[in-house]
């Protein structure tokens, strides 16, 4: 039988093909006959968010805030906080779309016009007659991966969901009775009397016993650990390393010079003045016909008397701004022109004038009266400079080469650095006392979360070799490998003694301090009269006077129903404070600039929380279902 099928495989290969492919035509092809099925998530007006939509939203997030910031510490990206942001996103974003198709919500061309001329780099592409360069916005949204006309729909698309939550938010606002009201209540003042039991003025009333210290150091294990810390090795490789070893060719050096004078030592600019006759391009054919009549009329005088242009561009030029000054347009470089008046001009020589000259504006006749050519430095003034500058373009193009070569060489010769740095003309450097955490004062490899943990991942610990090269930065990488490790543990009781005896007096002294607080604060509620309290001071929370946080707000947040009002605060090891409230204080009148200021963010905060309540409307609307936990 299988002898058969083997003679006969093509006829078997086509009668297979016309009962297998009939079947996908009229029933379709499930993607599960490819992958498995991905649990919901969420949903959102009926439809689904998949657990593989979420996963990849997560991953493209990720990698754009990697590329953004390289620094940034990989563990923050895939926490679950960080995961449930992004499906909270996602939800908003359907919700949006969702209200934006029910409510026929779209963008106009003129808005959508208004935002483009918004984007500074697109705004930067205008040229100098208010055209856009085509090309060069291709460009732009070309290294986005984008075409120009993808680009304006996503904007459009854009503008027409930031309509849902706007008609919210910008109708929002704040008047000045909500403003006093909220802000005499954020910055009242208050008149109070303070005594405070400082925790230091009962510390020698402590006597601890060597029981005293040995139960303290057995209850309090945490405060007594040694972190984990190493003895390491790395090597780092970037551009100035690579710059280093770089050796410049004379002929290289020198061809650098000649194609970038002009640009190190400034442009050429020339001076011309100009007659003017208006023809804007809307302006009829036969006008603008007889605009370029009566410029040829005066271009002929000119050319019979050219001394004659300043008395000529006085009587006839139709440019107000320079007419006055014989057309005089002073000094200008490459750029600053529209260009058809640019290149007549920069084709002429001094005293030349030109023909008639078309632009948008109308026809000119141009002279040109100077032209001001700047020093040209010679190559032995300028080699420094030119060797600095074409170094470091040279090193960011070999940057790429050499860091693979660094990225081999630590993984090959992976017991030691000293030969990638051998190779590299790199510097092999050694730190004691490293810990997974950076140090406040770290600097370089060891001041980077990514590169700290490479260095106390479980293999290089065990292992003691090389870990991977790690981009700590743009145009940074670094490898390192661990010579000692110290794992963390609990320092013996004799090595941290003192220590031991200075937080048991520390928090027995609270303690103490605490206690007659509290005992005062009762005695004084009931005898008034008696209070030993310090002299009275008006405190808000813009005016501290040197009181702990924890002070002023016990004394804001006492009840001032009925004054004088007695409040307690426990300033943890610092000891304890009595406060005296004796009256609110009349907050004082404000600038008027601040009162602006303040109203404007006012209006931010309550325009946001207008719109945050419409979107928990939306959100009920279209029946919003998050089927994940909140972390």
Do not use: C
């Not at 895939?78 to 209200?99: F, G, H, I, K």
């Not at 370089?444 to 260095?455: D, I, M, T, V, Y």
């Amino acid at each position: 039988m299988f002898e058969a099928i083997r003679k006969h495989s093509k006829f078997v290969m086509i009668l297979l093909f016309l009962l297998i492919i009939p079947s996908f035509i009229f029933v379709g092809i499930d993607q599960n006959y490819f992958s498995e099925s991905s649990p919901t998530v969420a949903r959102v007006d009926g439809h689904d968010i998949k657990q593989s939509d979420w996963d990849n939203a997560h991953r493209m997030e990720s990698d754009q805030m990697r590329a953004a910031n390289p620094e940034l510490d990989a563990k923050l990206l895939d926490s679950p906080q960080a995961r449930y942001a992004t499906l909270e996103r996602m939800v908003r974003d359907r919700v949006l779309v969702a209200a934006a198709q029910k409510m026929h919500l779209t963008a106009s061309d003129a808005q959508l016009v208004r935002s483009l001329q918004q984007i500074p780099a697109i705004a930067a592409l205008k040229r100098a007659d208010g055209t856009l360069d085509a090309e060069a916005y291709r460009a732009l949204v070309g290294a986005q991966g984008m075409t120009p006309e993808g680009f304006e729909a996503n904007l459009r698309s854009n503008l027409a969901l930031s309509q849902v939550l706007g008609s919210a938010i910008n109708s929002s606002f704040v008047t000045d009775s909500q403003l006093k009201l909220a802000m005499d209540a954020l910055y009242q003042r208050r008149e109070i009397q303070v005594a405070q039991f400082k925790a230091s003025d009962f510390a020698a009333k402590v006597q601890p016993t060597p029981e005293d210290l040995q139960a303290y150091y057995k209850a309090h294990p945490d405060r007594f650990q040694q972190a984990e810390q190493a003895s390491v090795e790395y090597v780092v490789l970037d551009t100035a390393s690579v710059q280093a070893s770089m050796v410049l060719n004379e002929d290289d050096l020198r061809t650098y010079y000649q194609e970038n004078l002009s640009r190190i030592a400034g442009q050429e600019e020339r001076r011309a003045s100009h007659i003017l006759i208006n023809a804007p391009k809307d302006m009829s054919a036969d006008d603008r016909m007889k605009a370029r009549e009566q410029a040829q009329a005066l271009l002929a005088q000119l050319r019979k008397d050219p001394s004659s242009f300043a008395a000529l561009a006085k009587q006839s030029s139709q440019d107000s701004g320079t007419a006055q000054s014989g057309g005089d347009l002073g000094f200008f470089g490459r750029g600053a022109m529209v260009k058809p008046f640019e290149d007549a001009a920069y084709a002429l020589k001094k005293g030349d004038i030109s023909d008639v000259v078309e632009s948008d504006f109308g026809f000119h006749i141009i002279q040109l009266t100077d032209i001001k050519t700047p020093p040209q430095p010679s190559f032995a003034e300028l080699r420094p400079r030119l060797e600095k500058e074409l170094k470091e373009q040279q090193a960011q193009r070999r940057f790429a080469e050499v860091a693979e070569q660094f990225a081999n060489g630590v993984y090959e010769q992976a017991d030691n650095l000293q030969g990638v740095a051998d190779k590299l003309k790199l510097t092999v450097r050694k730190a004691e006392g490293v810990t997974r955490v950076p140090a406040g004062d770290a600097q370089g490899p060891l001041a980077s979360p990514r590169f700290l943990e490479a260095l106390f991942s479980s293999e290089s610990l065990q292992s003691k070799r090389n870990t991977d090269a790690i981009e700590i930065g743009s145009g940074v990488m670094a490898a390192g490998r661990i010579l000692s490790y110290s794992p963390a543990h609990t320092l013996a009781f004799d090595e941290v003694a003192d220590k031991v005896r200075t937080l048991f007096v520390a928090q027995k002294a609270a303690e103490l301090a605490r206690e007659e607080g509290q005992k005062q604060l009762a005695a004084w509620k009931a005898q008034p009269a008696a209070a030993a309290l310090g002299n009275a001071v008006v405190v808000g929370r813009d005016q501290s006077q040197s009181l702990p946080r924890e002070v002023i707000d016990a004394a804001l947040h006492a009840p001032v129903d009925a004054l004088p009002a007695w409040t307690g605060v426990d300033l943890g090891n610092l000891g304890y404070a009595v406060v005296k409230v004796n009256a609110v204080a009349e907050r004082p009148a404000q600038d008027a600039q601040i009162v602006a200021a303040q109203k404007q963010q006012l209006a931010q905060w309550w325009a946001g929380a207008e719109g945050a309540a419409y979107y928990e409307t939306l959100k009920s609307r279209f029946k919003v279902q998050i089927k994940v936990d909140r972390p």
